[in-house]
Nanobody, 115 residues
């Protein structure tokens, strides 16, 4: 079983920054990709960014140039650096790991952007 534990959420003013972390326990399971998703109240969960084992990344249009996904393999951690945050970035952010069999999800961390 893959276990994902997010941290780093919180409240920030518009224009501020947050860094989300996802501690990954693979338990010997191969992962094809890691990613971050978010779900705002009343909305469907949506992709934010993904990163492959070779380092290739993919971002949703709404966060291009503002968010950066990265990994620290030595620490088994995936990060999401979020800059220039906007009120519309308010959501629960979820860490995701996937392989050819299934998706794994963390419990989520809340991000609130408000003045």
């Amino acid at each position: 079983q893959v276990q994902l534990v997010e941290s780093g959420g919180g409240s920030v003013q518009p224009g501020g920054s947050l860094r989300l972390s996802c501690a990954v326990s693979r338990n010997g399971i191969w992962i094809n990709a890691m990613g971050w998703y978010r779900q705002a109240p009343g909305k469907q969960r949506e992709l934010v960014a993904t990163i492959l084992p070779d380092g290739n990344t993919n971002y949703a249009d709404f966060c291009l140039g503002r968010f950066t996904i990265s990994t620290d393999n030595a620490k088994n951690t995936v990060y999401l650096q979020m800059n220039s945050l906007k009120p519309e970035d308010t959501a629960d952010y979820y860490c995701n790991a996937k392989n050819n069999i299934r998706n794994y999800w963390g419990q989520g961390t809340q991000v609130t952007v408000s003045s």
